[in-house]
């Protein structure tokens, strides 16, 4: 098959393996012009099945020689194609030997093997291990390597591979070797290999039974100083996985080098993690505090691959939520016992609604469990990961933290060293708490977001309250009838003084927490009816607290009961979503009154519940910065049938302004004191002072937006004494993203002031970039044209492309989606230079046109033909192909 002709893989047609590697030997002799890769191989036979031709993936390398048992086969032994190399009457058990030629330096799609600027890497994960050499490039074929690395010894003094270093020496022509083992076994896509110039920064860790684990940095000599908090982040996962999941690091080193280039956040290669810079590097005057976190986070996340990923791995790509989904939910658990739990859930539902949502209402919506694909780098998706992990979540709200930690035991004892699936994850959640997930096993099989409908009822007489509880779920492309999910749905009832002790009438699948304040009801068919004894008075539900299942609640609020729950509920997730149901509703009045008036009022009611939250000091800063945050327009956008953009963009803008003009005096006081709090010592990323700031910076942005020119100078002053990166970004954002005309040359001369201190930062310039590409002001396609020209912008960088496209066509709603289309026609015209380069960034960056059936017709019209464009490509590469055409679908 060739590149043109893209094939649908299905889960169904999984077999096993014809033949097994026991044994991969590898010598890379890196040159500048070209890489010689000499491979061996102790492969048998797998005797399970009917004997069949050996079928080795290869892609884009050049077969230099091949041997079966020390004797060279000749052209006639064997095929090659543009995929595969075959060779046939093979015995049992054998030596496969070849030789292959790649070109590192010209590989732009950063998979295989490639070098970032100076430096050469690998990305091997999904299918990129076959763009080195030939192999049985998929997950369950498990081997232990040995790699030999050679190189010039002055511009590449450092020489990686996985797991331990068992030998290095010295050879002719300044040139070296470094060997290395790894002794566990692994598929292919978690090799890795380095070769550079760089400098480590290195630290221990002693785990629970008293090993010493050498914990090392790689790092270019100019970034010496930015690994502290990630080999800090390192030690606290490694002590985290310990404690809450009883897992210990099992080799004697743990690297993670740190790379320019790289297509995603990092890679979680046996012992070898690659990392973006984005994703390691952390300096107070680089780094926001967003930027911490997600060095946090990311940092953790790799590490526990070594358990949920590596030490049990996957059987078939169709798996990978089997441990990214599993993963992302011990990232986020992680991240919340760091931090505030309650804060990074409101974070991380809040990304899941307004982002994995309408992938699950797209074109590409897919299960959890994919069951067919083109291209697999397309199903890294937010679904197999976030939702992916609210599927975990919902597990655990199931049985509990006791006998999910049982049930996770059980997993990485029945699997380690093997390849499994979903199914085997589940199996041992099941045995190890003796409950049922036969139905639950639909949030895995089928795509879509389901709907929650709730009707509660009291009855005074009866002193009860019926909560009714209805399911159904959208059509999406792999199925158009669904059936019933399993939803667990976390209540409270919250009387005028607060929560009531709950009772409950019948056996009904539901339990009690031990303070009866809060039941699990377990939703199992399309609708069911709970009651509740005993309630005196009649109570205001609180519902999906936590958010306990990845669903879409309809419940018709008042605002009064909205009041309630904002006031009175304790869990910080509900207290939260209230405020946005509160504000979406006096968002949609102000939509609905533009049709007539041009400037319609603001619901007041709104703003006393913030001044409420804002003037409430038992409240956390951070939670009280993210209530006071509007429901953003993607998630406005999520509740039409069709999005109106500009009136989104307008209404909006109008409530902003009228809470910033009506709370003035209270955000000014409320920045004032947090600012004196927080000047009082230097920059620390600690979860109390990101909370302080975000308040303040919230604060801020309110007073900005009065356009007062008293708020613009404390803005100015705020952009020009601050003395880290989430102040000085915050000041930034605020003046770019003013409409305010009159400050034009400020705004210019502090993007000029930002850049001149900045130029020698590239992680830095990326956020110079993007908030320039995301600013709402009008124009702002022109500037990210000449954002493209400018000196620091680089093509093949995937930050850049991330920053300035990324930023304009995913977060700048109100200028991409410009009615004249050419936001559509500009990214098109960049899917279509990319497409070639990058493959997987630029299917990835084309996901704003795929959402063409929300919009009007003439929007429509012109995604799907700047859509058609990109299909009109001669050769585009699989990944593009399969976005694009599933797309097109009417
Ligand atoms: N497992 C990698 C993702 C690889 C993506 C390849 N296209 C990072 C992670 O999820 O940890
Ligand atoms: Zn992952």
Not at 61 to 70: D, M, R, T
Not at 106 to 132: H, P, V
Not at 461 to 479: D, G, R, Y
Not at 837 to 862: C, G, I, M
Request: proline content about 5%; some cysteine.
């Amino acid at each position: 098959m060739s590149k043109s002709q893209p094939k649908t893989i299905y889960l169904k047609d999984y077999s096993a393996p014809d033949y097994f590697i026991e044994k991969t030997e590898l010598e890379f002799d890196l040159f500048e012009a070209d890489t010689l890769v000499r491979s061996k191989l102790t492969i048998a036979r797998n005797t399970a099945k009917p004997a069949a031709p050996l079928v080795l993936n290869g892609q884009n390398v050049e077969l230099v020689s091949v041997a079966i048992n020390g004797e060279v086969l000749s052209a006639s032994d064997y095929t090659v194609d543009d995929v595969s190399l075959t060779i046939s009457n093979l015995p049992d058990t054998f030596i496969f030997e070849c030789v292959t030629k790649i070109q590192p330096q010209d590989n732009t799609s950063l998979e295989g093997l490639y070098k970032s600027r100076t430096m050469f890497c690998t990305q091997c994960e999904a299918e990129g291990f076959r763009k080195i050499t030939y192999y049985l490039d998929r997950p369950d074929v498990m081997s232990v390597f040995t790699t030999k690395v050679i190189a010039d010894k002055q511009k590449f003094p450092v020489l990686l591979s996985n797991g331990n270093e068992v030998g290095a020496g010295e050879l002719d022509g300044g040139r070296h070797w470094v060997e290395w083992n790894d002794p566990f076994k692994k598929p292919a896509y978690l090799f890795a290999l380095v070769a550079g110039d760089l400098i480590n920064v290195d630290s221990h860790f002693t785990t629970q039974s008293g090993r010493e684990i050498l914990l090392r940095i790689f790092i270019e000599p100019k970034d010496k100083n930015k690994c502290d908090y990630a080999m800090q982040a390192l030690k606290n996962a490694m002590r985290w996985d310990e404690d809450v999941y009883g897992r210990e690091y099992d080799l004697d080193i743990f690297m993670i080098v740190a790379v320019d280039d790289f297509n995603m956040g990092a890679m979680e290669n046996k012992g070898l993690n690659i990392f973006n810079t984005s994703c390691v590097l952390a300096s107070p005057e680089t780094t926001t505090d967003a930027g911490y976190q997600r060095v946090e986070g990311v940092v953790a996340h790799e590490y526990f691959h070594n358990w949920s990923g590596n030490r049990v791995t996957c059987r078939d790509w169709f798996q990978l939520s089997l441990k990214e989904g599993f993963t992302v939910f011990r990232d986020e658990e992680f991240s919340a016992d760091m931090g505030s739990p309650t804060v990074k859930r409101v974070e991380d539902v809040s990304m899941l609604r307004s982002m994995q949502f309408a992938e699950d209402a797209g074109p590409m919506a897919h299960p959890v469990q994919p069951s067919s694909f083109i291209e697999i780098s397309n199903f890294y998706t937010l679904t197999v990961y976030e939702k992916g992990a609210e599927v975990v979540r919902m597990i655990r709200t199931l049985i509990g933290a006791e006998q999910f930690r049982k049930g996770s035991d059980l997993y990485f004892e029945r699997h380690d060293g093997q390849a499994v699936t979903i199914e085997d994850f589940v199996a041992a959640m099941a045995d190890a708490s003796g409950r049922d997930f036969s139905l639950f096993m639909n949030w895995y099989k089928q795509a879509g977001t389901p709907k929650l409908s709730a009707k509660g009822d009291y009855n005074a007489a009866n002193k009860t309250f019926s909560l009714t509880l209805s399911q159904s779920c959208p059509p999406t492309p792999e199925s158009q009838t669904k059936q019933p999910f399993h939803i667990p749905v976390a209540v409270a009832l919250l009387g005028k003084e607060g929560a009531l002790k709950l009772s409950l009438q019948g056996d009904v699948q539901a339990s009690i927490s031990a303070d009866q304040q809060e039941a699990v009801l377990e939703l199992t068919s399309s609708s069911q009816t709970f009651v509740f004894e005993n309630v005196d008075e009649p109570p205001v539900p609180s519902l999906l607290r936590g958010f306990s299942a990845p669903v879409k609640l309809a419940y018709n609020y008042s605002r009064e009961e909205l009041g309630r729950i904002i006031t009175l509920e304790t869990d910080g997730f509900c207290r939260w979503d209230a405020s946005q149901q509160y504000a979406l509703l006096v968002i949609a009045d102000v939509m609905a009154a533009l049709v007539n008036e041009p400037a319609p009022a603001v619901d007041e009611s709104l703003i006393e519940a913030y001044r409420t939250v804002l003037t409430n000091d038992a409240l956390d800063p951070a939670m009280i910065a993210l209530m006071l945050s509007l429901p953003s327009e993607d998630y406005i956008g999520d509740q039409q049938a069709i999005v109106d953009v500009d009136t989104i963009h307008h209404a909006r803008n109008r409530v902003v302004r009228k809470i910033a003009l009506s709370l003035h005096a209270e955000f000014l006081a409320c920045y004032n004191k947090i600012h004196q709090e927080l000047s009082a010592a230097p920059y620390s990323p600690d979860a109390t002072s990101i909370a302080k700031r975000s308040l303040k910076n919230k604060a801020l942005a309110y007073l900005v937006e009065t356009g007062k020119p008293e708020a613009i100078e404390l803005c100015k002053a705020q952009f020009e004494q601050s003395d880290n990166m989430t102040d000085t970004m915050a000041a930034l954002t605020a003046l770019v993203h003013s409409p305010k005309a009159a400050i034009a040359d400020l705004k210019a001369a502090c993007l000029a002031q930002a850049y001149g201190k900045w130029k020698e930062e590239s992680l830095a310039v990326n956020q110079w970039f993007a908030v320039q590409a995301t600013s709402p002001v009008p124009g702002a396609l022109a500037v990210v044209e000449s954002l493209m020209q400018h000196e620091a912008f680089d093509i093949r960088n995937p930050n850049k492309l991330r920053a300035v496209i990324g930023g304009f066509a995913m977060r700048n709603s109100i200028n991409f989606h410009d009615r004249s289309g050419s936001g559509y026609a500009f990214l098109a015209d960049q899917i279509i230079k990319l497409d070639s380069q990058n493959p997987q960034v630029a299917s990835r960056l084309l996901t704003p046109l795929t959402r063409w059936k929300k919009y009007d017709e003439k929007r429509q019209q012109l995604m799907r033909d700047a859509l058609q464009r990109i299909l009109d490509k001669p050769g585009l590469s699989p990944d593009v192909y399969e976005v694009v055409t599933k797309s097109m679908v009417k």
